[in-house]
């Protein structure tokens, strides 16, 4: 008996929901199964099933001992692969945790390519909160540079750089006065990302100070970009999140010299032992993807 093979045996059980469901996935017979997982109980010293011949139930430490050692179960299998295998053949599940914006307005643009170059990575985009510190049942998380974050269990590394720059769609600005200046977008229906109400102060180069307002708000950034293409008013977003609808015609750029300062996206990814080659692949595609466009 050992510790490996035992657990993989608890966690099939759980999986499967049966001794014999179990006991054919792992190609082998159910009183081999049994004996597996009395081993580990009596290791543990907790009861991890109550077993009868018509049910299987976990108990609260069974679901404890479960939830960690899946996940660990899964690290250990990962590892493996990663550590013989070559970079064509990397195989098993990515975890990305992303701001919505980021996801939904960059990364989900770049990951058919990246599954279509790495087709046996399965990817699994989460969203999180921006300002959220990173969490390590995350393989790789993505946000702005976390000042205040100093952790000896995870590297950080610049992703690319944005600027935030003023658009709008030709519907909207066509009958109205041309925008010459900083000031006059504060005459403008401003559309505003975010929960800060309708009226937001952003600071832009040369610190200056703009109160811009508007009748729109949201956290949702596909809804914003709509709204603008729609010809409700004007966004204030990096020109990364626009650039289809730019290319489209459907946006242009207001005051192209008028930007807010330089601000950076950073992977973070836990320090591990063992080489993680499927977060070091994603990280330098999309270093690539983005610095090229």
Known sequence: MDWITCTTSFVTVVDQGSLAQAATKLNTSSSALSKRLSWLEKQ????????????????DAGKLFYQRSARLLEDWHQMLAETTSTYGEVSGVLRIGAPLATGSRLLVHYLAEFIETYPNIQVELHTITPGQLPDLNLDVFISRELSDF???????TRLFNFQAGFYASPAYLEDRPQIETPEQLTQHNCLLFGTHGHEQEHIFENNLRLRLRGNFTTQNPEALVAAAVAGMGIILTGENMVKRELSKGLLVSVLPELKQPVNSAFAY???LEYNHVKTKLFIDFIKQKANSA
Request: aromatic fraction near 8%.
């Open 44 to 59: 543990l010293g907790v009861q991890l099933l109550k077993r009868t011949t018509r049910s299987l139930t976990v108990t």
């Open 150 to 156: 100093n952790s000896s269990s995870y590297i950080a």
């Open 269 to 271: 990814y836990p320090k």
